[in-house]
């Protein structure tokens, strides 16, 4: 049935022809997740999922399931999970009360907005995004201590234990992670920095691989008998210090006395009879989502097919304009007065789309942020979480690019972000994601960092739905867009919502950015014909998520694309 109307999307019969004629049925069954009663975790490592779940077993919550994945990602996922970095929490209680934990990093105070620019005001080629002068100030820690303080129902030690064991008992290395580690070996060693013995193997490393982490168990130790302090002062706190120090970084003793994460207000707005909550700026993830989904909310989707000419020209046409909003209103808004309720306004979105041609793509140069009425990162994860009392927490954690900023903390045996660089470096000059960005996001000291992760969940008629996010820099907004469409319009369970091909357009460049294989030639053509540029670039996005089936059950939707893993009773 199409229940919408095409108010604004005749399509011309062209290009119905040629890309919504019904695709030749194929035999091999769509992929369903695993499938629990009660209780789930899908992360990026089957090892941390476990530890998730366990965790669950024990009788902790959901938030204590997301602590523990959390510090066991730091120590086998260890290119993006992370205590060096930062992220954002989304939670969605049984009773159906909401909350978000912002602990991304902040400028350190050091930090200005001129300090990755020379004297002629040119940007200094990866001074923000290698090295120790790309660190920001680590949240990840404070932002665990935040949660458990008002959230969980384990001790705190209980808590770190399972991470702690992993890091001094060692753990076995999947085929994608010894290559990650092989490239990092290779071709991202800092010069500056003391590389752990864990990083260094003379003949590479493979599959099967034992990989012990002394320095990391130890650092993981303190955290567990200090709690905070076990970070941000005392013996990890100067070493922390004493890298900076060593290769000309900024972070103090008093940034780091002086970082605290902070609860939100999530962001919740409608998409058809369905409840989106995410989270604020300073990521720019909620708003861009809901702007994204309210914008195509009156075009029958559902009847347009998946991946189909006119579904991706309307969804990419979306994405162009909402991406420009994004360089232009987004940032912290502890620094800067965000147009947060005008850029949710269905009316606003729906008139950024009456430039909107169904038969052509509109030129990025034609295309420039809106003005709302105002009132007054490529390594990330990203794991979901859904407990046996029905609570529900989506978190995205990151330290930006694939082992941040490559810099390893000697004597405490974790990586630091690159996170600076998520800031508008220059006016225009776009990050190593090529997301451009001006004033509102603009380096300060202590202000955090626009980002673009979109940890989300979705409920429907007051009952909770789906968990998900995904890590991939600029792309986590489309990613979860597209997975979130996939099952609400489409009719996909989660793992073949997960599954399905992807594709990204982030308005500059102008261009759509095509996992491989996801448009079969026709589409392709029509696409080209309307004139849009496409780029295949290999795989986008690593989706974990959860639906909460109509008997209760739960399927959850870990990303092939990774050594993603779900794990659930």
Known sequence: MIRKHFVHFIVPVFFL??????????????????????????????????????????GGNAVDAAIATQFALAVVYPAAGNIGGGGFMVIRNADGSTDALDYREKAPLAGGRDMYLDEDKNVIEDLSTKGHLAAGVPGSVDGMVKAHEKYGSLAWSELLQPAIDLAADGFELTEKEASGLNRYQENHMDANTITPEFLVKEDGWKAGDIIYMKELAHTLELIRDQGREGFYAGETAENL???????????????????????????????????????????????????????????????????????????????????????????????????????????????????????????????????????????????????????????????????????????????????????????????????????????????????????????????????????????????????ILNVLEHGMGMQAAVDAKRFHHQWKPDTIFVETNAFDSTTMQSLEAMGHKLMDRGSIGRVDAILVLPDGRLEGGADPRGDDAAAGF
């Open 17 to 58: 022809v040629l890309s919504c004629a019904p695709e030749v049925p194929t035999e091999e069954p769509a992929p369903i997740g695993l499938i629990a009663d009660s209780a789930m975790v899908v992360s990026a490592h089957p090892l941390a999922s476990k530890v998730g779940a366990d965790i669950m077993k024990k």
């Open 241 to 483: 210090v004493a890298e900076m120090e060593r290769g000309n970084g900024i972070i103090s003793l008093e940034d780091l006395a002086r970082y605290k994460a902070k609860f939100r207000t999530p962001v919740i707005s409608e998409y058809d009879n369905y409840k989106i909550i995410s989270m604020p700026p300073p990521s720019s993830g909620g708003i861009a989502l809901v702007q994204l989904l309210q914008s195509v909310e009156d075009f029958a989707i559902d009847g347009m097919g998946h991946n189909t000419a006119p579904t991706v020209h309307l969804m990419v046409e979306a994405e162009r304009r909402i991406y420009a909003d994004r360089a232009a209103h987004l940032g912290d808004m502890d620094f800067y007065p965000v147009p947060l309720s005008e850029l949710m306004q269905k009316e606003y979105n729906v008139a950024r789309m009456d430039s909107f041609d169904p038969e052509e793509a509109t030129p990025s140069l034609a295309v420039s942020e809106g003005k709302p009425a105002v009132a007054e990162s490529m390594e990330t994860t990203h794991f979901s979480v859904i407990d046996p009392a029905g609570n529900a927490v989506s978190v995205t954690t990151t330290l930006n690019g694939g082992f941040g900023n490559k810099v390893v903390v000697a004597g405490s045996g974790f990586f630091l972000n690159n996170e600076m660089d998520d800031f508008s470096i220059k006016p225009g000059y776009p990050n190593m994601f090529g997301l451009v960005g001006g004033e509102a996001n603009a380096i300060e000291p202590e202000k955090r960092m626009l980002s673009s992760m979109t940890p989300t969940i979705v409920e429907k008629d007051g009952k909770l739905l789906m968990v998900v996010g995904t890590p991939g820099g600029s792309t986590i907004i489309t990613s979860v867009y597209q997975t």
